[in-house]
């Protein structure tokens, strides 16, 4: 069972930056995109970004382009996402995922494999 982790989660005023990690338990993802979902609180799990297999292409979501921006390391079994500029709105539990697919595009909750346990990001206005 392939297991993610993420870290770098926290509190951050508006504005403000953090860098997510994820580090997978094994290499078996290296033919399968990678990404980042969140969840705010009483809302639907949600799209964030993701990148394809050998990260040659990435995908976000309107509401984070340009702010946000997801790499991945396979030498590592490490994917990130590096948020700038951030909003109260961008408040959320972000989830680390495996998708069924190595193409970098919006993919929803049934496409993934595997699921993180989740970091909490909160941004006070």
């Known amino acids: 069972q392939v297991q993610l982790v993420e870290s770098g989660g926290g509190m951050v005023q508006s504005g403000g930056s953090l860098r997510l990690s994820c580090a997978a338990s094994?290499?078996?993802?290296?033919?399968?995109?990678m990404g980042w979902f969140r969840q705010a609180p009483g809302k639907e799990r949600e799209f964030v970004a993701a990148?394809?297999?050998?990260?040659?292409?990435?995908h976000y979501a309107d509401s984070v382009k340009g702010r946000l921006t997801i790499s991945r390391d396979n030498a590592k079994n490490a994917v990130y996402l590096q948020m700038n500029t951030l909003k109260p709105e961008d408040t959320a539990v972000y989830y680390c995922?495996?998708?069924?697919?190595?193409?970098?595009?919006?993919?929803?909750?049934?496409?993934?494999?595997?699921w993180g346990q989740g970091t909490q990001v909160t941004v006070s206005s």
């Open positions: 990148i394809s297999d050998i990260g040659g292409s990435t």
């Open positions: 094994e290499r078996t993802f290296s033919h399968k995109a």
């Open positions: 995922v495996i998708a069924n697919g190595p193409v970098a595009r919006t993919y929803q909750p049934r496409d993934v494999l595997y």
